[in-house]
Nanobody, 114 residues
Framework: VQLQASGGGLVQAGGSLRLSCEAS????????MGWYRQAPGKQREFVAS???????NYADSVKGRFTISRDSANNTLYLQMNSLKSEDTAVYYC?????????WGQGTLVTVSS
């Protein structure tokens, strides 16, 4: 099982980015599947998650700004991030749970300049 995250970069505050996480094999086998982030000097924190039947959850800090979605045809998880703030700066990791095991992507850096 492999998860490959991409899409990070440098963006100005108020801008948008879309992160992608490509899974090896059928993405629907992961439940839940989601995004976490780790800012410098801080612990990794939950950002958003998605269940294969459509349920989504978001951290309060990103509600209304971020949208998580799955593309089962391409086995890819997305995180659309709008209205980015400097406090969104972090390494973003995708995560998928399969048969009780957690799998992590390698992380992609998002830097928001103010």
């Amino acid at each position: 099982v492999q998860l490959q995250a991409s899409g990070g970069g440098l963006v100005q505050a108020g801008g948008s980015l879309r992160l992608s996480c490509e899974a090896s094999g059928n993405i629907l086998r992961f439940n839940p599947m989601g995004w976490y982030r780790q800012a410098p000097g801080k612990q990794r924190e939950f950002v958003a998650s998605s269940r294969s039947w459509g349920t989504t959850n978001y951290a309060d800090s990103v509600k209304g700004r971020f949208t998580i979605s799955r593309d089962s045809a391409n086995n890819t998880l997305y995180l659309q991030m709008n209205s980015l703030k400097s406090e969104d700066t972090a390494v973003y990791y995708c995560n998928g749970r399969f048969v009780g095991n957690d799998y992590w992507g390698q992380g992609t850096l998002v830097t928001v300049s103010s």
